[in-house]
């Protein structure tokens, strides 16, 4: 079975500060990992995936996130945070092989402070 | 280019009538996903569909559920009879199937449906 963990409900972070949303996850085999960004009323929007390769992976609107196998986590991060980016992120994660469908986390809610 | 397009956006009806949401996902497309979010339960993977036929359904809550996708451009969702506990908003996803890769998932904007 496969699982993802954010263990923090909210982050909140100052404009111009670097910020970073946790997740964690879980799978029998090789993890393929995505973040998505969600602002109120509106679908999930894809932020950026890991399939393989560089741990370090670059998305959209200056996020990235870094995979560490050893910890099994796939942070996300900003260097410098904007207002904009205030909204619900969720990790989710999917197996190599086998079931295709995502496994989301719960979610965590950035606010960001002018 | 389009996105997933999704109808209705806002539904509301009472408890005890057919429910029927719809899905149009991207062109090229050949897998659908369809999701539940509440803010008990978070988001909730319902069902999936490659290429028209129906994978995964070990999401949809009951009988009262159903789903179908007659062709690639179109799937549509269905509860009957609803009920207060079915509120929630009703996602619709799509991505395509490509060898050798792993594509994202496309979201609609969802359905926003409450059974009074």
């Known amino acids: 079975a496969q699982s993802v963990a954010q263990p923090e409900d909210q982050v909140n972070v100052a404009e111009g500060n670097p910020l970073t949303v946790k997740c964690t996850y879980s799978?029998?085999?090789?993890?393929?990992l995505f973040w998505y960004v969600q602002y109120p009323n509106r679908g999930l929007q894809f932020l950026l995936k890991?399939?393989?390769?560089?741990?370090l992976v670059k998305g959209s609107y200056g996020f990235e996130a870094e995979f560490n196998k050893s910890q099994t986590s796939f942070h996300l991060k900003k260097p410098s945070a904007l207002v904009s980016d205030s909204a619900l992120y969720f990790c989710?994660?999917?197996?190599?092989?086998?079931?295709?469908?995502?496994?989301f986390g719960s979610g965590t809610r950035l606010q960001v402070q002018p | 280019d389009a996105g997933v397009i999704q109808s209705p956006r806002h539904e509301v009806t009472e408890m005890g009538q057919e429910v029927t949401l719809r899905c149009k996902p991207i062109?090229?497309?050949?897998?659908l996903f369809w999701y539940r979010q509440t803010m008990m339960r978070g988001l909730e993977l319902l069902i999936y569909?490659?290429?028209?036929?129906?994978?995964?359904d070990s999401g949809m809550p009951e009988d009262r559920f159903s789903a179908k996708m007659p062709n690639a451009s179109f799937s549509t969702l269905k509860i009957q009879p609803s009920e207060p506990r079915d509120s929630a908003v009703y996602f619709c996803?799509?991505?395509?199937?490509?060898?050798?890769?792993?594509?994202?998932?496309?979201f609609g904007d969802g359905t926003r449906l409450s059974i009074l």
């Open positions: 996803a799509s991505s395509s199937i490509v060898q050798g890769g792993v594509q994202p998932q496309h």
């Open positions: 799978v029998s085999g090789n993890p393929y």
């Open positions: 890991y399939i393989t390769g560089d741990n």
């Open positions: 989710a994660v999917r197996e190599d092989t086998g079931r295709r469908a995502l496994t």
């Open positions: 062109s090229g497309h050949n897998s």
């Open positions: 569909f490659n290429n028209n036929v129906p994978i995964d």
